[in-house]
C-alpha cells in the first residue's frame, strides 16, 4: 500500500503520475481539511475536491481547480441578493458541496462522504480526510488579524504579512477511520509536493497521525514543492519565512526535518535544477536525489512517480525501525 499525504492541486498533479503506475487500490491519500470552510451554509473541502475533479478528469485545464466548463448563475443571483462574492463557486462545483452538506447533516462522518463521492466519480483509490473533526487553519497576520486561511489567501490575496500559523483543532482531532492502520501498514509513505505549511504541516498536527508517521516502517519520501528558489504556484513564499524556514528546496527539508532526528523525512527529492542542493539535504540526515518534478505532463508526474517508489523501497532491511539490530 503506497500512502501519500496530501494538499490540492500540487498533490493532484502528482497523484496522475502515481495512478499511472501503481494500481489505484493500492493507494491510500491522507488530504488536509485545513482549508474547508463553511459558506452559504455549505461546507466546502477544497483539498479534497481538487484531487477528486483531477482524478475524474473534470478540472479546469487552465484553472487546475474547480470544473472544467463551469457556469456561475448561482453566484450571479447571490451577488444580486446582496452577497459578495469573495470565494468562487461555480454552479457545478456547488452541486457537490449541496450533497456533501446534506450527507453531513443527515449524521455521515466526512470520510464516509467523501468515499461516497469519490465512488460517484468513479475513483478507486482512496481519498481520507485526515480527521473527521474540525481542523482549520488560522493566518495570524503581522498587523494583528486572525484569519481563515481561505480569507488570507483567496479573500485578501495573501497580501497581508503573517506573523504565525494556526492549526486550530488539530491537537484534539482524532485520525479520521483507517487513516492511523494505512500509514501504519505503508509499504511507503509519500509527501506530495504540496504546500508545506499549510498542505502537509495541518495533517501531520493531528497526534494521531505524528505518532504513526513516527512508528511505520515504510520510509517517508518527499518530493519538494520549491523548485529554483520559486513556488510552481500557490502562496508558500509568503508562509515558509513565517515559520521561519528558507524558501528552497533544502529549507523546506529542513523545515520537515529527518525522521531520524524526530522529523518528517527519510529522503527528499528536488527538482534537477536544484542538483547543487543535494549535498545540504544529506547533510540533514535523509536520502536525497534530483530528478524533473514539473508535472506538466502526464509523464513527467509518472516518472517522477517511479522514482519516488524507487527511494521508497531502497530501504536496507538492517536500517528499519524496529528491523534486525
Ligand atoms: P493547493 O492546496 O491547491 O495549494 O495545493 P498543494 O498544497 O497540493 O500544492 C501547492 C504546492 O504545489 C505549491 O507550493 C506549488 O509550488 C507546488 N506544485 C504545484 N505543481 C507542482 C509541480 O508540478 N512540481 C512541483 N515540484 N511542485 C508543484
Ligand atoms: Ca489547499
Known amino acids: 500500500m503506497v500512502v501519500v499525504l496530501a494538499g490540492g ?6 497523484l496522475r503520475g502515481l495512478t499511472a503506475v ?3 487500490e493500492d493507494i491510500t491519500v491522507i488530504v488536509n481539511v485545513g482549508d474547508d470552510l463553511e459558506l452559504h451554509g455549505l461546507r466546502i473541502c477544497p483539498d479534497l475536491d481538487s484531487i477528486t475533479y483531477w482524478l475524474a478528469g473534470l478540472v479546469h485545464p487552465e484553472q487546475q481547480w474547480g470544473r472544467a466548463d463551469e457556469r456561475f448563475t448561482v453566484r450571479d443571483e447571490l451577488i ?3 452577497h459578495e462574492p469573495w470565494f468562487t463557486l461555480g454552479d457545478r462545483d456547488l452541486a457537490l458541496h449541496v450533497h456533501r452538506t446534506a450527507l453531513l447533516r443527515e449524521g455521515m462522518a466526512l470520510s464516509a462522504v467523501t468515499a461516497d463521492v469519490t465512488r460517484r466519480h468513479g475513483l478507486t483509490l482512496r481519498l481520507l480526510p485526515v480527521t473527521d473533526d474540525r481542523l482549520e487553519t488560522r493566518i495570524h497576520t503581522v498587523d494583528g488579524r486572525d484569519l481563515h486561511f481561505q480569507q488570507w489567501w483567496v479573500g485578501e490575496r495573501a497580501v497581508p504579512d503573517v506573523a504565525r500559523v494556526e492549526y486550530r483543532g488539530a ?24 504546500n508545506p505549511v499549510v498542505s502537509v504541516a495541518p495533517i501531520t498536527a493531528v497526534p494521531a497521525v505524528a505518532a504513526a508517521l513516527a512508528s511505520t516502517a515504510a520510509r517517508v519520501v518527499g518530493v519538494s514543492p520549491i523548485v529554483g528558489g520559486r513556488v510552481v504556484r500557490g502562496m508558500a513564499h509568503r508562509l515558509l519565512p513565517a515559520v521561519g524556514a528558507d524558501v528552497d528546496a533544502t529549507g523546506v527539508a529542513a523545515w520537515y526535518g529527518a525522521r531520524s532526528s524526530g522529523g518528517l523525512l527519510d529522503a527528499w527529492i528536488v527538482d534537477s535544477v536544484d542538483a547543487g542542493a543535494l549535498p545540504d539535504v544529506r547533510a540533514l540526515g535523509m536520502t536525497a536525489s534530483a530528478t524533473d518534478t514539473l508535472m506538466d505532463d502526464p509523464d513527467i508526474a509518472a516518472a517522477l512517480a517511479r522514482t519516488v517508489l524507487g527511494l521508497g523501497h531502497a530501504w536496507p532491511q538492517d536500517d528499519r525501525p524496529g528491523g534486525p539490530a
Open 22 to 24: 501503481v494500481a489505484p
Open 80 to 82: 444580486r441578493l446582496g
Open 9 to 14: 492541486v500540487g498533490a493532484a498533479r502528482f
Open 171 to 194: 491537537q484534539a482531532a482524532r485520525a479520521a477511520p483507517g487513516v492511523v492502520e494505512a500509514i501504519v501498514d505503508a509499504d511507503v509513505v509519500i509527501v506530495a509536493p504540496s
